[in-house]
């Protein structure tokens, strides 16, 4: 790589070593590459301030900025989460259109366009990541930046119909070029990307795949996130997780591991496993579900909605199934350490993965990765998880059909072990092929092949 790489995310690691995929990812390569992370402190601030503070990293530098409390609200709760969030998730009716969270958002965008100016160079390389910083790269664009500037959208990238019920989205696609390289992490959302200049007057797409529009070229390519395979199945294997849920002998385990937000479709899973339940059958396994749902976001009232109905739904479905040495449903609504989550997921003879919409759900591939190859669970995975692109051996299902999901339980629970066998070989294989190094790598190297053309155009 020519350059310092940059990296850009809204917040930057805390607490001593990072952890969780995304975060170590970003920190490897910084560590390896050298360079600086931006990102917001998680403190409130009285006043605004353009000035970053400073943070040492392991080989790399840290560059913080705080949040007002108005911006807090905003910027980030705002219009990052109760607009562009529901918007990229399929859920338009879902924003919350405030006046001024708009301004907000943008005013910190350009707050730190401000700031990051001042810092970088022509030859630097700069990774924004997800849906905090769309307006980042135009804003720096508008403060005179040269420097290739790349993205990456963690969510889904949005419908064009839905695009019309932003007030802004006649600015969309002008965020969206200004960047030199977008990555998605499906080709289904490479395809909404598509179809949205598509529509543009004046976009076109070029012989090689780039896209011109705004008198700029870029590219969007998909790049699908990974795990780091190997370290979490080592994990796993290090706890029987059987035992720290004191299962019984015979007991069947189905897990589902999610934030507790309204586009995991908690509130069908618990129905399809209440339908599951009701149409058990005598000689059918005995199952449980442990759902493991931390908080998120819990100031904005979608989120507040979600919780009660997923709390009714399972009180519901144990108060109908529970016996005296059995509750069907448990329900934790706190995180789980990761050290404990995997063995958890090892334990499991189905994991549940039925997101209403996901850009990626890198629970599925845990669960896999977890797994011990000679006697593995099941993952049964959403039709609309980003994942299913990779995870075509999975159990697919539609996760608004709670009568298809139930069944599906109930065909898992009894698939015979050469049938696991042969679907787990097969995804085990890909998560460790397009693991989280391989992800940063291809992004890496596309976005030093774009910086080292647009040098050798300029020297033309």
């Known amino acids: 790589m020519t350059g310092r790489l940059v990296v850009v995310s809204n917040r930057v690691p805390s607490d001593g070593p990072p952890s969780g995929g995304l975060v170590v990812a970003l920190h490897d390569c910084l560590t390896e590459e050298g360079g600086t992370w931006y990102g917001t402190s998680g403190r409130i601030a009285p006043t605004a301030q353009d000035e970053f503070t400073d943070v040492a990293g392991d080989g790399y530098d840290m560059r913080t900025f705080d949040l007002t409390q108005a911006e807090h609200d905003g910027y980030y709760l705002g219009y990052a989460n109760s607009v562009l969030w529901p918007l990229c998730h399929r859920r338009a009716d879902l924003m919350a259109l405030n006046s001024g969270d708009y301004d907000t958002y943008l005013g910190v965008n350009r707050r730190l366009a401000r700031m990051m100016a001042r810092d970088l160079k022509p030859d630097d390389q700069v990774w924004i990541h997800d849906y905090h910083f769309l307006p980042l790269a135009a804003c720096l664009r508008a403060e005179g930046v040269t420097a290739t500037l790349g993205y990456f959208h963690h969510i889904p990238f949005p419908a064009v119909h839905d695009l019309l019920a932003l007030p802004e989205h006649e600015l969309f696609p002008h965020w969206i070029a200004s960047f030199d390289l977008v990555g998605l992490q499906t080709q289904r959302d490479v395809a909404a990307a598509l179809e949205m200049y598509r529509s543009l007057a004046g976009a076109e797409q070029l012989r090689d795949g780039s896209l011109h529009y705004d008198n700029r070229t870029f590219e969007v390519r998909s790049f699908p996130i990974g795990i780091d395979a190997k370290s979490f199945a080592q994990a796993a294997a290090q706890r029987d997780g059987r035992d720290l849920l004191n299962l019984g002998a015979k007991e069947r385990l189905v897990i589902g591991v999610d934030r507790l937000d309204y586009s995991k479709g908690l509130d069908n899973r618990l129905r399809a496993f209440g339908a599951y339940l009701e149409a058990r059958e005598d000689n059918d396994p005995r199952a449980s579900l442990l759902q ?54 090892r334990a499991a003879d189905v994991g549940l993965v039925t997101p209403f919409c996901d850009g990626m759900n890198l629970v599925a591939k845990e669960y896999v990765a977890a797994q011990d190859p000679d006697d593995p669970g099941v993952l049964i995975l959403s039709q609309f998880a980003g994942a299913v692109e990779q995870m075509p051996s999975a159990v697919i299902v539609n996760p608004y059909d709670i009568g298809e999901m139930a069944q599906a339980l109930r065909t898992v629970l009894a698939m015979p072990l050469a049938e696991r066998r042969a679907r787990h070989d097969d995804l085990l294989a890909g998560v460790l092929r397009d693991d989280v190094g391989h992800w940063t790598r291809t992004y890496l190297d596309t976005m030093s092949r774009l910086a080292a053309k647009r040098l050798a155009d300029k020297g033309d």
Do not use: K
């Open 292 to 345: 493991i749902a931390p908080p998120t976001r819990e100031e904005v009232a979608a989120y507040q909605n979600i919780r009660n109905e997923t709390e009714r739904i399972s009180g519901q479905v144990n108060g109908l199934h529970s016996d005296l040495d059995w509750t069907p449903i448990r329900y934790i609504h706190r995180a789980i350490p990761r050290e404990t989550i995997a063995p958890l997921y």
